[in-house]
């Protein structure tokens, strides 16, 4: 008896515990364990010889009325599984028709031997199947955030980093997020979990978003026209917050300081950086390429669960960054053009230079020119016209932030190149002189975003024309 009693009560838990991960594995983590399937579907089975066995020859002690339920339940069984042993038709007295196996008997011996054959493999199946669930193969979001990787399918635990290499675990998909800015907006509407956006700071102003995620990014919350008070944050419901830049350590005016740690952790919140920009003041190394952001994709992809799409956009980008890198294969490094961004929205009596760490670095380098202030370690560094002057560069693009409209953008560009051109210390510079101005606008070169590859292509076709024909 007491081994029937141990099989009722490694199957009950079996099957609740199958259960768990049906419910985790359809509604969580978004990924099925082929192996965990087939695990399922011994179990369950196993459950249901095992009660009304145990019912019908007296293990499971029971009220009369309650025991045709139990053969109706051996009745389905047999209708789906066939006669086991001990259920089949047979002449012996006190077997399938009559009590109990007799202990110590042949078919009792032959009966635990099926039955533990079966649990362990069951079990096999559950240790080799599920287990590599948790393996190196779910990815670390970190890494990838850090090195551009590749990103496996989502699955649960996902692991990602902070600027200071701090890990953050999630168990699951985030199900209310908050964005920091309309650039973590947008990826995360890129990535179809947009749905799940509660709130954001920074919002979007009228034509920021591209036009395929635009009415899906008007409709998202704002909870702040810049960055969002603390109490509102930390009140908001979210359990996911993902900062685009640093944090912040005061949030300003009359906003009073950012959430510490502790405080984030009490109210549920768990924190995503993207490394591409909050990290880029400290990157170890000068950035180049777009690794970077496309790891910031594909480790939102995890943590969101949707992995397959953040590799589609990633492989979007990588291939307009590479047919722009064929174009100008023949071009030689000292023919590469000088390059300045001039961020006009940050003001005219001190000019802002992007560094070598910033991501609009890395843009102008992918598209065949050289940034002027390549050598500057650091994102964003004031300087001084004596120093755009002296690197003279050949190419200035108008750095203007979206004003909502075509028209009111054109206004904006031109405003930046009328003062380039009559500003006494610039309008003697090369590019000012022979009227090499880019019209790309500030977000789409300087913040992370699935759109720096389409800036990138808008840059080479304005430099290099003849080599590179076609752009977004």
Not at 26 to 34: R, S, W
Not at 101 to 129: D, H, I
Not at 427 to 447: D, M, N, P
Request: a neutral charge; charged letters at 20%; hydrophobic letters at 40%.
């Amino acid at each position: 008896m007491w081994f029937w009693l141990g099989l009722q009560a490694g199957t009950l838990f079996g099957v609740g515990f199958v259960t768990w991960l049906t419910d985790q594995t359809l509604y969580e983590i978004g990924a099925v364990c082929p192996y965990c399937i087939v695990v399922w579907i011994a179990t369950i089975p196993l459950f249901w010889y095992t009660t009304p066995h145990n019912v019908r020859h007296g293990v499971i002690p029971l009220p009369a009325r309650w025991r045709p339920a139990t053969e109706l339940a051996r009745g389905i069984f047999r209708t789906f599984f066939g006669t086991f042993p001990g259920h089949g038709p047979t002449t012996s007295a006190g077997s399938a028709h009559g009590g109990p196996l007799a202990p110590g008997s042949s078919q009792e011996s032959s009966m635990r031997s099926r039955v533990l054959c079966g649990m362990a493999a069951a079990v096999a199946l559950l240790v080799t199947g599920c287990g590599s669930g948790g393996s190196a193969e779910s990815g670390d979001a970190g890494a990838t955030a850090a090195n551009g990787g590749a990103s496996s399918a989502a699955a649960a635990p996902v692991k990602v980093t902070d600027c200071a290499g701090k890990e953050t675990v999630f168990d699951s998909a985030p199900k209310k997020i908050v964005t920091s800015n309309a650039s973590s907006l947008e990826m995360l509407l890129k990535l179809g979990a947009g749905d799940r956006v509660i709130g954001t700071g920074f919002p979007p102003g009228k034509g920021t978003l591209p036009a395929d995620v635009a009415d899906a990014g008007a409709k998202v919350p704002v909870l702040g026209d810049m960055v969002i008070p603390k109490e509102k944050l930390l009140g908001s419901g979210a359990d996911l917050y993902v900062e685009t830049f640093a944090d912040m350590g005061g949030m300003g005016g009359g906003m009073g300081t950012a959430p510490t740690a502790q405080e984030y952790q009490a109210a549920g919140i768990k924190r995503v950086f993207l490394h591409s920009t909050a990290c880029a003041a400290t990157a170890p190394t000068t950035v180049r390429d777009l690794t970077g952001v496309e790891g910031d994709i594909k480790s939102l992809g995890q943590v969101t669960g949707t992995s397959a799409k953040a590799d589609a956009l990633v492989a979007d980008m990588e291939k307009k960054v590479g047919a722009v890198k064929t174009a100008l294969a023949g071009v030689a490094a000292d023919k590469r053009p000088g390059y300045f961004f001039f961020d006009f929205d940050a003001g005219t009596k001190q000019p802002m230079a992007v560094g070598n760490r910033q991501v609009a670095n890395a843009v102008i380098t992918l598209a065949g020119a050289r940034n002027v202030f390549g050598d500057v370690d650091g994102d964003f560094k004031p300087v001084s016209w004596e120093d755009v002057v002296a690197r003279n560069p050949d190419w200035i693009q108008l750095g203007v932030r979206n004003r909502g409209s075509d028209a009111e953008n054109k206004k904006a560009f031109d405003d930046a190149e009328k003062f380039l051109r009559e500003f006494p210390a610039t309008k003697g510079l090369k590019a000012v002189q022979e009227g090499h101005f880019v019209r790309i606008g500030s977000e789409v070169t300087t913040i992370a975003g699935t759109r720096n590859a389409d800036t990138v292509q808008q840059i080479a076709h304005t430099l290099f024309p003849d080599q590179v024909k076609d752009a977004q």
